[in-house]
């Protein structure tokens, strides 16, 4: 009974997103913020600003096969 009820749950989970929350510094004014990054794209680059000075971050991030992520930060013009 337990079983089933749990298998239920997990179907009921969304899984069309895949976003895991990574701490970063900010090339900036270096406050930690935390991103939301998606680990189902192998390499990714893209701008974001920062959540504390609002100054346009760059990431550079790369996954692993086991979803293991690698975040660079850097600033725009760089
Ligand atoms: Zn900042």
């Known amino acids: 009974m337990e079983i089933s009820l ?3 749950l997990d179907h009921s989970l969304p899984n069309t997103m895949n976003l895991i929350e990574h701490k970063v ?3 900036y004014c270096a406050e930690s913020i935390v ?5 189902t794209i ?3 680059q893209y ?3 920062c959540q504390v000075c609002c100054r ?3 990431f550079d991030v790369s996954t692993s ?3 293991e992520i690698d975040v660079t930060v850097r600033h725009e013009n760089e």
């Open 35 to 39: 991103v939301l990054i998606d680990n």
């Open 56 to 58: 346009p971050i760059l």
């Open 25 to 27: 510094h900010c090339p």
């Open 42 to 44: 192998e390499s990714q």
């Open 65 to 67: 096969f086991d979803g």
């Open 6 to 8: 749990r298998r239920w």
């Open 47 to 49: 701008i974001e600003d």
